[in-house]
């Protein structure tokens, strides 16, 4: 059934419903996952697909990953020498995702982010909640009465007071021609804002300012609270299961041998035993149980059912993922031996 609402039917099922979050935080959805089909999502789409997430551009970012890896593993060395002390490891990789990802969107470390982490964490912990309002979206003061709103708003009002200087910060220093340092995802964001390009041509698509941080807010979502979240549960699975423990850390040492501290991008295409425990992980554990969901722009039938225009579309990831028709032990963890490669 999955198959036919997201292959079969696609092009009928790939409108998105107007629910209150991403109305509110994501300035009138305007963010890339959650925007309504049609032209704005097509432009948005093609600037994710050929600037922002290229191989050529995730291999430019690599110095920020670096950086912040090296980073988080000093801060471990030092906690670690502290004879007796506790490591909080979820907070630890909270922590390292978060700084990350804000390293690549705006070019900041974490010790200038303070503010952002924690209007990230607020954020994802009230949208992870239960929205009434959705529920009976014609019915439109239940989201003002159960206070989801009012709390919505709070966070947009604290999205623009961290956001706006560093977007006009960034626009002063392309002005001025004085941008430092590597380019972030803010600043490829930029060339297609409309200050800039209204000086060329009124005929491209252009971003506006709100645009620009409906998509940052969303990259956060999407990259530091589900990477932080993958690794949490792989590090509870690998504690739940000491045998496959054993063979990732050895072949992790065997891959690093030598290197201490640091670890380079270049030889993590070997950790090939590490990789399907990853995907073990997010098999298990889909950081998004439920896909973003769908609404039909017109009538179609599925397995079936006739399925009118404007009907909501969730598909269970979760449960096909863990379907015991195609894995014998859907709830365990399941690594075949492989061959590693020297």
Known sequence: MAKEV??????????????????????????????????????VRKIATLELFTARRVQGF?????DAVLDFVKLLLAEADAAGSVINLTSKIFALSFDITLRLAVNKKADDGEEFRKLVADMAALLSGFSIGDLYPSIEFISVVSGMKR????????????MDPIIEEHL???????????EDIVDILLQFHNDDLKRRTNDQFSLTTD???AIIIEVFGAGGETSSTTIDWAMS???????VMKKAQNEVRRV??????MIDEASLDRLVYLKHVIKETLRLHPPVPFLVPRESMERCEINGYEIPPN????????AIERDPEYWQDPEVLVLKDLKIHR
């Open 172 to 182: 002063c220093n392309k002005r001025l021609g004085q941008n430092e340092g590597d």
């Open 211 to 213: 645009n620009i941080k």
């Open 311 to 318: 009907t909501r579309i969730f598909v269970n990831a979760w």
């Open 237 to 243: 699975e690998l504690l739940k299961n000491p045998r």
């Open 151 to 162: 709390k919505l708003k709070d966070i947009v009002r604290r999205v623009d007071n961290i």
């Open 256 to 261: 690093f041998q030598g290197k201490e501290i």
């Open 62 to 66: 690599r110095c920020f990953r670096e």
């Open 6 to 43: 997201l292959k079969t039917h696609d092009a009928v099922l790939c409108d998105r419903p107007k629910l209150l979050m991403p109305q509110v935080v994501f300035y009138k959805s305007t963010d890339i996952a959650l925007a309504p089909y049609g032209e704005y999502w097509r432009q």
